[in-house]
């Protein structure tokens, strides 16, 4: 099993920047993709970006391409969610999530239901 849990979400205003993290434990070893989800009130989760391996190639949904940007650190199983520029349609629920399968399919790391565990979220607020 791998545990995961989030951390530092927030209400900021638009253009602000904030970072959210996802700290692993548990068969850390064994992870093969981590990314970041969000849902907001009414909507389905909603893929923002992932990893395939240990920075092997990264993802990121068309609305936060160039804004939001995924780093690791390694030694403490922590992976982060540097968000720029925010605007408040990013207002969400943030969560990180992990799966031991290896795909190079690049389609896979996008699909929700491709990962098993999942952190209990963040607060993401974003004021106009």
């Known amino acids: 099993q791998v545990q995961l849990v989030?951390?530092?979400?927030?209400?900021?205003q638009a253009g602000d920047s904030l970072r959210l993290s996802c700290t692993a434990s548990g068969r850390?070893?064994?992870?093969?993709?981590?990314?970041?989800f969000?849902?907001?009130?009414?909507?389905?989760?909603?893929?923002?970006?992932?990893?395939r391996g240990l920075g092997e190639k990264t993802y990121y949904s068309d609305s936060v391409k160039g804004r939001f940007?995924?780093?690791?650190?390694?030694?403490?199983?922590?992976?982060y969610l540097l968000m720029s520029n925010l605007k408040p349609e990013d207002t969400a629920v943030y969560?990180?999530?992990?799966?031991?399968?290896?795909?190079?399919?690049?389609?896979?790391?996008?699909q929700p239901s491709e990962y098993p565990y999942w952190g209990q979220g963040t607060q993401v607020t974003v004021s106009p």
């Open 6 to 12: 989030e951390a530092g979400g927030g209400l900021v």
């Open 28 to 36: 850390t070893s064994e992870v093969r993709g981590t990314g970041w």
């Open 38 to 51: 969000r849902q907001s009130p009414g909507k389905e989760r909603e893929f923002v970006a992932a990893e």
């Open 69 to 79: 940007t995924i780093t690791r650190d390694i030694p403490n199983n922590t992976l």
């Open 95 to 110: 969560y990180c999530a992990a799966t031991r399968k290896y795909s190079v399919d690049d389609f896979y790391y996008g």
